[in-house]
């Protein structure tokens, strides 16, 4: 839920405290979310498929710039640009994502063969 939220530094730590007595464990889930992102730039690496793929890319990418940033429809995003990309392409390789923390905003960038970055 945070994820699809725009918290994508969320993390949960878990503390576990054993009672021997009663035979029973107490668990302490301490929740920071981190900052509230926003999507950013698309930038794209590398050579493209056809002449003309990582422009449709960008532009494609235009309404989702500044929305808040959400796992869910990034992943949606990419199954639509999958005729631009390459089979071997993964999100979970091939995507870098950079944050700055000072605007809140995460840019991409797609890795494709032969980038240099």
């Given at each position: 839920m945070y994820f699809s939220r725009g918290y994508i530094n969320f993390s949960p730590v878990v503390n576990a405290k054993a009672e021997e007595d009663s035979g029973t464990v107490t668990l302490q889930i301490d929740c920071d979310e981190g900052k509230q992102f926003h999507f950013g730039k698309l930038a794209v690496y590398g050579r493209e498929l056809h002449p003309g793929d990582a422009e449709k890319m960008i532009a494609a990418w235009g309404p989702y710039e500044g929305k808040v940033y959400d796992g869910n429809e990034l992943e949606a995003f990419w199954g639509e640009m999958a005729?631009?990309?390459p089979p071997e392409w993964h999100i979970e390789l091939l995507?870098?994502?950079?944050?700055?923390?000072?605007?809140?905003?995460?840019d991409l960038g797609v890795l494709l063969p032969g980038a240099t970055r």
């Open positions: 005729p631009f990309l995507l870098e994502i950079r944050q700055d923390p000072k605007t809140a905003t995460a």
